[in-house]
């Protein structure tokens, strides 16, 4: 178990689902982007405090950048919304696989295509706001900063060339093995993450949330399933 650490993006969520199964089977770090520090703190080892800007994404490319050289076996990604239940059901299954396979293994749980580029060639977003009431009550905010380079199919090509993975997830809800992060320079962390460290609801992240696979491309030691 202390190989594995669960990386939390929390804004104004109050993660009472920490305190459920097998939620509570696990150490989190929680990186918190309110204005606030009212949740629950159940098995949280750290809390770390953050500008409100890349929600969950750039979260989890901060957490690579900062411990490249210091990082647990297996990462876990959550973003502090997980009590939605679509959300809750997917992060579930991947914690208890890791519990099932003695938490050996990290697993990610997506959509198969034949190439991501292909599939999102020419996806673009202008307006997208938060699903979650309790972010949604503080921050109303709609309108996305455009990236300079867009749509995806062009983002795509300019950060992973012509590589051609094959999966894409949603919600920020995955598990890395650490040996599918360091086979990266760290340069390549700090690229992704300055297209979203200036705003609060930049579209790069929608285009990373389907590109993580692509960010960790290829995939040898973390295990794939269909969503």
């Not at 969520?13 to 520090?37: D, H, M, R, T």
């Not at 210091?70 to 009590?83: E, K, R, T």
């Not at 992973?160 to 992060?181: A, E, L, M, V």
């Not at 705003?199 to 960790?216: D, T």
Request: aromatic share 16%; net charge positive; hydrophobic share 35%.
């Amino acid at each position: 178990m202390e190989n594995v650490i669960v990386i939390i993006s929390r804004y104004n969520e109050n993660l009472s689902w920490l305190l459920e199964s097998p939620f509570n089977q696990f150490k989190y770090i929680v990186y918190n982007k309110g204005i606030n520090n009212n949740f629950e703190k159940t098995n949280v080892i750290q809390i770390i405090n953050l500008p409100n800007v890349g929600k969950c994404d750039h979260t989890y490319l901060y957490h690579i950048v900062e411990n490249y050289d210091n990082l647990s076996n297996i990462v876990v990604f959550l973003p502090g919304s997980v009590d939605i239940q679509n959300k809750k059901q997917k992060a579930i299954r991947i914690l208890n696989n890791i519990i099932k396979n003695n938490y050996k293994n990290a697993f990610f749980i997506g959509e198969y295509h034949n190439n991501i580029k292909e599939k999102f060639n020419n996806f673009s977003l202008n307006k997208f706001s938060t699903s979650n009431s309790q972010n949604f009550s503080i921050n109303p905010e709609s309108k996305l900063q455009l990236c300079r380079i867009r749509p995806y199919g062009r983002w795509f090509q300019y950060f992973f060339g012509n590589i051609q993975p094959h999966w894409s997830t949603y919600w920020g809800i995955f598990s890395i093995d650490k040996r599918d992060i360091i086979q990266h320079p760290i340069e390549r962390y700090h690229q992704l993450l300055k297209t979203v460290n200036k705003h609060s609801n930049p579209e790069a992240g929608h285009y990373l949330e389907r590109s993580w696979c692509a960010v960790f491309y290829p995939l040898f030691f973390t295990v794939k399933i269909r969503e």
